[in-house]
């Protein structure tokens, strides 16, 4: 069934390691071999064996309205004429910026780089720099990229392979980086206190996404940014994945509430690859050329990609009803799913806001990483496979978000409730 995307990962492993550019690719925690795509429209992903897959990873985030939307197609066409990279200055890049400014409030000035990771990086430098102070506080189970500063208790694929703290990152720099437990404000207090006038900046998802999702208590994050105001550290909301996904505005347009600083990842380049820091002027003003705080990229504000990103953004500006769409898909998912566990009698969670979702396999209340690691992962793993032969593709890990798209209508709906439905009673069984 799946006779190419086996051969071809056999391949891989010749040359990559691992046979994957990226973990959470691989199908390590699940079983099996890991699909090989040929392309992609819509609703859709489709194999290297001419297997179709309704799409739920939608590359992690960027596809809010389905893969290769022809507007975001069409703007990408016309930059091509124009050139592929520049290495200089060009309007698109003075253009983005403007949207991403005009769409979230806490953006007064925003600079562009090539990944999510790249973005996490230089917001902890730039929050170093300006409070003058060395520490981070980040969340267990929260995932900021591959920065070393982030690989300590880390989500996502480093929590799926069971190497939450990487080898090769040196004691010095995990030192400096303090570990909380999400949505806990006391433990988050009492680190403050352990290091007092040290904190740099607390770094978060405000709605997590890589220990599966995980939404904030009511009152969780007004109590984190007092508590940052309290002493004297910078509030930095990781919004990679939420950025644009949940609100035109991220969840800070949600939850109300304005960070420092904001990190942005690949749904700025209609999922070409593309990131974003930004906040307020003074802190950003600190950033070279304007201040000392170095950082650079060859490809940073690439003309394809921030052509892409800005058809994205108006893409959303033009059709702000795709987030009731988006949150109605959601709920109903949610309501069917929840109903199929309580049939089974299978012990399952459902987390669910917006396009953002994930079944976790426990009756726990799953509210931060040591709850979601309550989870039974071989349960996920048969889920996942019964799934994958039914053509849903799921993310490969418990400790992923599913990303609901516009480009999922209710034909893709009712199919997606229909095989989680035999994969649960098949599960049940
Ligand atoms: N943070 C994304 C998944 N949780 C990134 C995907 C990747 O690491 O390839």
């Known amino acids: 069934m799946r006779e190419l995307s086996a051969a071809y990962f056999e391949r891989a492993n010749q040359v990559i390691p691992g046979g994957v550019n990226s973990p959470v690719r691989a199908f390590k925690s699940v079983g099996g071999n890991p699909v090989f795509i040929q392309s992609a429209k819509g609703a859709y992903l489709h194999d290297v064996d001419g297997n179709s897959y309704i799409d739920l990873i939608g590359s992690w985030g960027p596809m809010l309205f389905g893969q290769a939307h022809p507007v975001i197609e069409e703007a990408v066409r016309e930059a091509l004429a124009d050139g592929f990279s520049f290495g200089a200055p060009s309007l698109k890049e003075v253009q983005i910026a403007e949207k991403i400014v005009s769409m979230v409030p806490s953006m007064e000035k925003v600079r562009l780089v090539n990944s999510g990771t790249e973005a996490t990086m230089a917001a902890i430098r730039l929050a170093r720099a300006y409070t003058k102070r060395d520490k981070i506080i980040k969340f267990e189970g929260c995932y900021h990229g591959h920065g070393d500063s982030f690989l300590i208790a880390a989500g996502s694929g480093v929590a799926t392979l069971g190497t939450p703290d990487s080898p090769g990152v040196t004691v010095s720099t995990a030192k400096d980086t303090l570990i909380a437990v999400y949505n806990d404000l006391q433990a988050l207090e009492l680190l403050f206190q352990a290091n007092p006038g040290h904190v740099a900046a607390v770094i978060l998802e405000p709605v997590v996404g890589n220990m599966g999702l995980v939404i904030p208590i009511d009152g969780y994050l007004a109590g984190v ?16 994945m939420t950025g644009f996904r949940l609100s035109a505005s991220g969840y800070q347009g949600i939850c109300g509430i304005n960070p420092d600083l904001t990190t942005f990842g690949k749904i700025i380049g209609g999922g070409l690859p593309v990131g974003a820091y930004g906040g307020k002027a003074d802190i950003m003003n600190m950033i070279a050329p304007a201040g000392p705080v170095y950082q650079a990229g060859t490809l940073s504000g690439n003309p394809l990609a921030t052509s ?122």
Request: net charge negative; with cysteine; glycine share 8%.
């Open 308 to 429: 892409a990103g800005l058809a994205m953004l108006n893409l959303i500006t033009s059709d702000l009803d795709v987030y009731t769409r988006l949150e109605n898909k959601g709920q109903a998912l949610a309501t069917a799913i929840r109903a199929q566990i309580n049939k089974y009698g299978i012990k399952g969670h459902v987390n669910q806001i917006g396009s953002m979702f994930t079944l976790f396999f426990t009756d726990v209340k799953v509210e931060n990483f040591a709850d979601a690691k309550t989870s039974n992962t071989q349960l996920f793993g048969k889920y996942f496979k019964g799934m994958l032969d039914q053509g849903i593709y799921l993310p490969p890990s418990q400790f992923e978000s599913w990303f609901l798209s516009d480009a999922i209508g209710d034909l893709e709906l009712t199919k997606i409730i229909e095989a989680s439905d035999l994969s649960l009673r098949a599960i049940s069984a």
């Open 225 to 240: 940014q007092q508590l940052c105001q309290a002493y004297g550290a910078l509030l930095i909301f990781d919004e990679v």
